[in-house]
């Protein structure tokens, strides 16, 4: 429940207003303490989102998503309509200018006169930093190709956080064994997870990778393994789920991997489902959409937190927009 989580965070709203007019790009460029703060607002509304119901008002967003999305672009959007703002979406490149040559920096100086904040998904890694370079009104990275997706990380670290409060205290000790299968290097949201985790590295005992065999030689990013190491998370590898299984606290599965700028699903070479054998009190997180990886039978037992997590992701991005667009200070004054 998200009182558990606004009871372990001390108040502290200073660290929000460093969010005001921030563009939001990567899964590690908010601190620690910020990344506190803005979960512990998301609990807040989390608990009583109708006392949030006005703080955009008047303000416009510009969703503009040029890849397929169900949950990042609706959740985006029911967010800015809960906090009482108006939405111009794009949802097709091939209807705005951009389909007869019209420069992204154009674009971007077109949204400063429309709009009070952009939320961009574009599979050219690229055109964030194109249009960010143009714009006066904060931009967020919603997935951009290959390389990140901050704000899932956000929602990740978020659904891990609700799930054991005490993990945020690094004087507790509490600590947690995450895998994740796939193969970060080609999965944006691994990308950004794993970037996150880095800043709450306290909390995280090992961190085991569970890949395909014919993966092994490209499993990070540049520099990835390094910044997990350096923070003093233990990172090792693995080709076989079940081995690992009965000693993860948390299993982050994923469908979606890429190669340059295309999208595939990962495949099932890695399957969960009823009988697999997961600790008791273990939780799986996925990003959806899901594929053949993970079974519908785990939907109705105890380790099903990619619903929440999912459903969370609206509340933390409530509070990620209201700090971007609105004065933090004024948000936390409505409580
Ligand atoms: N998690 C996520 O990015 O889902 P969508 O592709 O549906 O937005």
Sequence with gaps: HPKALLRAIQEDGDYLLQLANQHIV??????????????RLAAKIESNPKRFSSPLQNKILISAFYEPSTRTRLSFESAWHRLGGDIMSITDRSTTGIAKGEALADVAEMFN??????????NQQSSL???MDALRIPIINAGNGLDEHPTQALADLYAIFKWRPELLDASSGAQIKIGVIGVPNKMRTVRSLLKGLSVFAHAVSELVIIHDAASSAELFAPGQREQLSQ???KVTTSTELNDCLPSLDVVYINAISWEGDTFHTYGDAFHLHAKSPLK?????LHPLARGEELSTELDHTPHNWYFSQARGAVF????LLTCMVERAERVIDVV
């Design 26 to 39: 990567a899964g590690d460029q908010l601190d620690q303490n910020t990344m506190k703060q803005l979960f």
């Design 280 to 284: 008791a009190d273990a939780i799986i």
């Design 231 to 233: 923070r003093g998370i």
């Design 316 to 319: 933390l991005r409530m509070a």
């Design 113 to 122: 006169n429309y709009g009070d904040c952009v939320v961009l998904r574009d």
């Design 129 to 131: 930093y194109e249009m």
